[in-house]
Each structure stands twice: as C-alpha cells, then as structure tokens.
C-alpha cells in the first residue's frame, strides 16, 4: 500500500484520536484517516452525479 505524508493541524489529530483505541471505531489513526477520505470520496461521487457529471468530468455541452 503507497504511504502519504502530510501536514496536518494538531486539533484535527486531536479529534481524531478520540475515536482511535480499544472500544472506539477505529483501530488506528491511520485507519480513521483513510476512512475519512473514503467517505469524502463517496460524497465527491454523489454530488457529481447530482450535477451531471461522471467521475467528475464535465458533461458534453455538444
């Protein structure tokens, strides 16, 4: 699986933790990061599809 770095601020981190651990949702930071990211996707997708638009290409204005 690539890895990705990146700067991010300490009170989203901070945010997140509280939901990593034993008990919680998730099992890591890194696995509440990449899950965040699938949900944005999901919601990148509907509003595309809402606007017309297909994995995020413009309709034909032909």
Known sequence: MPK?????PAEIIGDLRLH???D???ISLADAIRT???KL???LD???MRHGRKNGVEPDDN
Do not use: P, T, Y
Not at 4 to 8: E, F
């Open 4 to 8: 990705v770095s990146l700067d991010m």
């Open 20 to 22: 990593v651990g034993d």
């Open 24 to 26: 919680r949702k998730f």
């Open 36 to 38: 965040a990211c699938r």
């Open 41 to 43: 996707l999901d919601q």
């Open 46 to 48: 509907d509003i595309d």
